[in-house]
């Protein structure tokens, strides 16, 4: 399984993700965030999907919800006529990709951790928080993630 499928698909593993063009072509798949990140083009617009699993540990059960997240990458080398396709990218990528949990403007490395990407989840879910976030190449424990924004 591949591309969007494979970030979508109920029974993929946390941290598969999916990079595309602003027509939309897919343009490059893998796993885990720090590949992800890696990815990335200084001097190009991108977008980019990464399926996040928040785990609940509790006692006696141990629940899993995937959670996909869309990049909008702009990189810091982008002529700023060139980022008109950000715009335009943004609305094809909504059509093509449906149920993204949330959406995270990037345009550094620094951008794309687990902890921004988990405290952007968290301001979009619901009442109930998971234990942790797994971004496939390792996890980040809902204790250690800060919104350093504030």
């Known amino acids: 399984m591949s591309g969007w499928k494979g970030c979508s698909d109920q029974g993929s593993p946390a941290g598969q993700w999916v990079t595309s063009d602003s027509s939309g072509a897919e343009t ?7 590949s992800l990140a890696a990815s990335f083009d200084e001097a190009s617009v991108q977008f980019a999907a990464i399926r996040v699993c928040g ?6 059960v141990t629940s899993t919800r995937p959670k996909v997240v869309r990049i909008n990458w702009v990189g810091p080398k982008v002529p700023a006529m060139k980022k008109m396709q ?31 990407i988990s405290v952007i989840l968290l301001a979009s879910g619901g009442a109930h928080k998971p234990t942790e976030y797994d971004f496939g190449d390792g996890s980040i424990p809902l204790s250690e993630v800060k919104n350093t924004a504030e």
């Open 86 to 116: 950000a715009l335009q990218g943004k609305g094809v990528m909504s059509e093509l990709w449906k149920g993204t949990a949330c959406e995270v403007d990037a345009s550094s490395a620094e951008d794309l951790t687990m902890n921004s």
């Open 28 to 34: 490059g798949e893998g796993n885990g965030l720090a």
């Open 55 to 60: 785990v609940d540990k509790q006692e006696n």
